[in-house]
């Protein structure tokens, strides 16, 4: 969703390095046909992949769960282990999450990584950045550390905006009250420099974007508007999709959903609090995740789409905005069961899009091949 630029880095090196870097796991890449897309299965194998990120390097770069970090090159499927990030605990829900690259990879190539660790035996998140010295990523620098975390609701999508700041989603860390509670960094979103400082001009003079947050898994700009959109986890009722706006109150615990007094009284609190309603919910819930904005050529009808995926509807969500980008005006539910469930969609520079399963993360029934990274592109 950025500009695309290609570093030198890479071609740079010794072709024996890189076929060295990429023997292992060479795999058939297998098409199936469905709704007008054809959906390959490009890597197999892995285990609770997380997040899917385009590299500077032109190659796919995915995080595991457990700590590993892995580049593929989209041409053939090939996956190489670029590094295990150290004091990874993982555990329910938590582990090494979110990834993201420096905007200034070709002079700063360094990546983002959010994860749980434990500090004096507590379960905690942090965020570090990994150096890339063109083979392997090395010893981690902690930026923000002693995020609440537990084994459920650990938020950590990483993207970094338009301003260059770094955006990270926090859970509740199962303590809803949390979320409502400024001081706190869980239930938030939060909005770093990319030394991992509170960014200047934050609404509350801390690292505190917007708060009043579950889970947030899924987080995204708007490639051309600028705006920020997410997906949040809801209890058993009201997942949502929401824009981002600086100092926002989103309503958690308090408020599920939009302020429709659907779970007791919510008016007088949204009242009071100026609580922002999401542009969409789903009762029964659907576990969204990962979210990326379709603005490319290759699959015409997808264009101006936001894109999510879901992990217990096993699908991939796909949302028409208004020209305004303030409302869903459409809904479309694509691959429905056809792959288990889904943690991370990736639009490509080159249109296609790129699926992560999550079929091992202890909650899904996996095939031989689980986890996989999925390919979508027009049938021909
Ligand atoms: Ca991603
Ligand atoms: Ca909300
Ligand atoms: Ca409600």
Redesign the pocket.
């Known amino acids: 969703m950025y500009p695309f630029f290609r570093v030198g880095l890479f071609s740079a090196l010794p072709g024996s390095i890189l076929s060295a870097a990429f023997a292992c796991s060479k795999k058939e890449i297998v098409p199936t046909q469905v709704e007008g897309i054809k959906v390959e299965t490009v890597v197999t194998g892995l285990v609770t992949p997380w997040d899917l990120a385009w590299g500077p390097d032109g190659q796919l770069w995915v995080s595991e769960r457990g700590g590993r970090i892995s580049r593929v090159d989209p041409s053939t499927g090939q996956r190489a282990s670029v590094g295990q990030v150290p004091e990874v605990e993982q555990s329910g829900e938590s582990g090494l999450l979110g990834i993201a690259f420096h905007p200034d990879f070709a002079t700063q190539p360094y990546i983002y990584a959010a994860h749980s660790y434990l500090e004096s035996g507590a379960l905690r998140n942090r965020l570090v950045r990994l150096r890339w010295d063109g083979q392997a990523l090395g010893a981690p620098e902690v930026l923000l550390s002693n995020i609440p975390a537990s084994g459920i609701h650990d938020g950590s999508r990483l993207v970094i905006g338009p301003d260059r700041f770094l955006y990270m989603t926090t859970g509740d860390a199962s303590n809803g009250n949390l979320a409502q509670d400024k001081s706190a960094l869980a239930g938030k979103i939060l909005r770093l420099t990319l030394d991992g400082a509170p960014a200047p001009g934050n609404p509350f003079g801390s690292a505190v974007y917007s708060f009043?947050?579950r889970n947030p898994q899924g987080l995204v700009f708007h490639p051309t508007t600028g705006a920020l959109y997410s997906t949040?986890h809801g209890p058993s009722d009201n997942d949502?999709v929401?824009r981002i706006v600086a100092g926002g109150n989103?309503?958690?615990p308090i408020?599920h959903?939009t302020c429709d007094d659907d779970i007791g009284s919510e008016r007088p609190f949204c009242k009071a609090n100026d609580v922002v309603e999401?542009l969409a919910t789903w009762t029964p819930t659907i576990a969204p995740s990962g979210a990326d904005f379709y603005l490319a050529d290759l699959i015409p009808q997808w264009k101006g789409s936001l894109l999510f995926t879901s992990l217990k509807a096993a699908a991939l969500y796909r949302l028409t905005l208004s020209s305004d980008g303030q409302r869903v005006t459409a809904k479309e539910t694509l691959l429905q069961g056809q792959y288990g469930r889904l943690r991370d969609v990736l639009v490509a520079p080159d249109g296609s899009v790129y699926l992560a399963t999550s079929n091992r993360d202890g909650r899904g029934n996996p095939s031989a091949d689980d986890d996989r990274i999925l390919r979508i592109r027009p049938k021909p």
């Open positions: 009043g947050h949040e949502e929401n989103y309503g958690w408020v959903g999401p």
